[in-house]
Every structure is written in C-alpha cells, then in structure tokens.
C-alpha cells in the first residue's frame, strides 16, 4: 500500500509524516488535536505549551478510557442477550446451559 506523504503542524511543532492513512483523515487528526491543545491553554493560563500538550494527552487518554469501558460494558450486555436468547439461566457464578429434557412429554396442542 501507498504511503502518502504530509506535513503537519502539532502544537506549533512542524511533523513530516508518512501514512497510509488518507490525507483528509490526518487533517482532521491535525485539526482534533490542535483545537485540543488551544483548549488546555485557554483552561491553563500560564503553562508552557508543551504542558499543556501534555494535559490536552491526558484529557484525550481519559476520554479513550471512557468510551472503551463504555464499549466493553455494551459487549458484555450483548453477550448477555445472546445467552438469554438461547435460554440459558444467569446464576451467581455466570450461565449455566439449558437443561434439556429429551424424554418429557410435550402437552398436545389445544388442550
């Protein structure tokens, strides 16, 4: 695969990159990114930029940490509808299968 070739700004900082990643898509990184640290140092009036790169990392790292447990705890929902779905039981210590019972009678239909 091709790699594209950018110049970006970061912070005040040229970076020349090389990705297969589309041209638009790392602007919008850029953009993100910038718009991210302008954020933290209107908030921190007085730290140096790359202070405030750093705590623009953090707020970004926590909001990464959020919106994946967020996702594990939809997976794990899921997966506990899957289960419910096939009829298995919840217990304490998780699902049991279904007991299946090969020899009972079904009731014969309109009675």
């Known amino acids: 695969m091709e790699r ?8 005040g900082q040229e970076f020349r ?3 297969v990643s589309d ?11 910038n718009r991210r640290v302008r ?5 921190y009036r007085g730290e140096s930029a790359s202070r405030c790169v750093l705590l623009a990392m953090l707020e970004m790292e926590d909001e990464l940490k959020r919106l994946s447990n967020e996702v594990n ?8 509808l ?6 298995e039981k919840r217990t304490e210590s998780g699902f049991e299968a ?11 239909v309109g009675v």
């Open 39 to 43: 954020k933290a140092k209107e908030k």
């Open 17 to 19: 990159i090389a990705s």
């Open 23 to 33: 041209p638009e898509y790392l602007r919008s990184l850029e953009e993100d990114l």
């Open 4 to 11: 594209n070739r950018i110049s970006v700004n970061l912070a």
């Open 98 to 108: 279904p007991v299946k019972r090969p020899f009972e009678r079904k009731k014969p």
């Open 73 to 80: 705890s939809v997976d794990r929902k899921i997966e506990e």
């Open 82 to 87: 899957k289960r419910v779905r096939m009829g």
